[in-house]
């Protein structure tokens, strides 16, 4: 039994913004750019989404001043700003921050909702339609259902799920991630890689959801032994489909315990998201091939590599030096884990043992 | 560049419309089922299609007059019929025939369209959703948007293709092929086969396409030489996995000269759809091969086959005899053929010469 649902039309290839700009004047009339503070302008996304808008005679407003790990604040700040100027859709730049940003002020445009019913609903009102522009290879939002905040309640990242913020278009133009920092590319395509491996171990995984799984993962494993040096646009273009395809595997499949541990590495921290997960993935691989070899062997394979140690090697040449971590920030984000809702999408469900193990043995401890 | 899109919502497995029957109550308030006289009752798909209305509180009138291969005019009388009736959704049960048929219906039920107007547009109100139940494995109509209609005007199968059209839902439930003769789940496996095939080979191909097209085949070189024995529910439901992604590959690319041709023998002597494409298939091979050897072994190898000739022993032990051809029908054929569009998503533009070539090397020939 599966259900597979797929609401974003995906345009892909050099400047297919400009050559299909009049997908944006299928989502209305007035449009909310939301974006970080700069790199939308340093890669030429945001020029080009403006031109198409102009092309288009759409009237427009930037909101350039998302963060990494946005907050609930931010995003209501934000949704205040597209009412008060009658906003009626929303265009995402950037990496997983501003996208889920822009699909959390989606929801908060039109909707009074409080800080806990922002996550769980009900919603008295649709939510605006959203355009994603990705510009790095690691999140997958542009084809998911969820925007993740920074939830100072309950100190963690917290995910809105919903498929009325799936966004209805995505743009991907492997040019836009040309300019990324060396450990920004890396970082994201290991984020990538967590979606998929996570995708396709976890208890929601159907056949169909794994033919993206292991699309991505041959991507992954052909292009990740490369990313030490600067990727040419052609790799980077296969990071750009390889990070969409993970994203809709998580889009079915949900994320697991990798992404359950990684918060409060990413929330206490302030550790990347994607190499919060990658330091976690080979301890998880481990963690689960008691009862599951076939389908790490399966991942394995599909990556190119034999053994867990290999894997573990590759992680470590890309993550380079990892991070100290304490007995006491152990137990804490242990217990934060173990709460998570995603954990539950896990193969073997992890008790708070556990996770302080893979945590122990993906960092560098200090009793 | 690509551009990728899929609209239904895929909903596969045992039982798989009384599980998810809330979908109904999204698409309208008044259905309109739509299939053939007699197989949706013996597989059991209408009783459910007909329990899941009830339990929604739809009202639903059945419409069970869809013949082989459905004429412009009987798409006319059923939307008169919706009309008249307002219904606001259609249902499309069963193989090609029905689903084509409900999809022309809900362009007919909300415009007026003359018989040249229903294939070109413009068409001036949206259309009716459409729901469908493939109960064959091998049209993929459940995820395509095409209907493809028998057009006395033309003499041939001409094609409404409109994302009006593209179901919103679609019931994947294997069940309901599993009473079909052993020559009709033959000849629509290999309607699929032809599918993936030409989607893999046409100048609209993409790399996701592809990645459709491949899992299709990988399903279908499983399937396909156990056919001549009646199939397991499993098989079964591998073969309408591959059928559904073989629709979603034709989607996006088109159809090609084995369909140009194939729509003549279906047309002038009643050579089911699937088998009329399966008896080209070899030849076009063998046309490409020249130009595309690698295009092509790549097809044999997920196929499990080595050479076009094992694949023409696969063909030769599925489809058994093959019907004779005259000279004088071979040069009427090709020259329809030659004028229907989907020839131009051939990756080689066949002149007249080679289709005769085709059609006369493909079935029996008689001089």
Redesign the interface.
């Known amino acids: 039994?599966?259900?597979?649902?797929?609401?974003a039309?995906?345009?892909?290839?050099?400047n297919?913004i400009a050559?299909?700009s009049k997908e944006l004047s299928t989502l209305g009339k007035k449009a909310f750019i939301v974006t970080g503070k700069n790199s939308a302008k340093i890669n030429g996304s945001l020029r080009d989404i403006e031109k198409a808008l102009e092309q288009e005679h759409i009237p427009y407003l930037l909101f350039d001043q998302v963060t990494s790990n946005p907050t609930i604040d931010l995003a209501r700040k934000a949704a205040q700003i597209a009412r008060d100027q009658h906003i009626d859709f929303i265009i995402g730049i950037g990496g997983g921050s501003p996208l889920d940003c822009a699909k959390a002020i989606a929801v908060l445009a039109t909707n009074e909702v409080d800080d806990h019913q922002l996550f769980s609903g009900p919603y008295s009102q649709p939510f605006l339609p959203v355009a994603a522009v990705p510009t790095t290879a690691g999140t997958g939002s542009e084809v998911t259902q969820y925007s993740i905040l920074s939830n100072k309640h309950l100190e963690t990242k917290t995910s809105i799920a919903n498929p009325g913020i799936f966004p209805k278009v995505a743009f991907l133009d492997a040019r836009y991630t040309l300019k990324l920092p060396n450990h920004v590319t890396i970082h994201t395509a290991v984020d990538a890689l967590s979606h998929a491996m996570e995708g396709y171990l976890s208890v929601q995984a159907t056949?169909?959801s794994n033919?993206?799984a292991e699309?991505s993962l041959a991507l992954l494993g052909e292009c990740l032994p490369l990313l030490n040096e600067e990727p040419t646009l052609a790799i980077r273009e296969k990071l750009l489909?390889a990070s969409m395809l993970a994203g809709i595997v998580i889009a079915h499949t949900g994320t697991t315990a990798v992404h359950s541990i990684g918060y409060s590495l990413t929330y206490f921290r302030d550790i990347d998201h994607g190499r919060a997960n990658g330091l976690l993935l080979a301890e998880y691989l481990h963690f689960l091939n008691g009862a599951y070899s076939n389908k790490i062997q399966a991942i394995l394979r599909t990556l190119q590599l034999k053994t867990i140690k290999e894997f573990s090697s590759l992680m470590d040449q890309l993550l380079g030096e990892k991070e100290e971590i304490a007995l006491s920030e152990i137990t804490r984000y242990s217990n934060k884990a173990a709460q998570a809702a995603n954990i539950q999408n896990t193969l073997i469900r992890p008790t708070e043992q556990d996770i302080a193990n893979m945590l122990k043995h993906s960092l560098t401890f200090i009793s």
Chains 1, 2 share one sequence.
């Open positions: 039994m599966f259900t597979f649902s797929l609401p039309k995906i345009i892909s290839g050099e297919c050559e299909h056949d169909f033919i993206f699309k489909h």
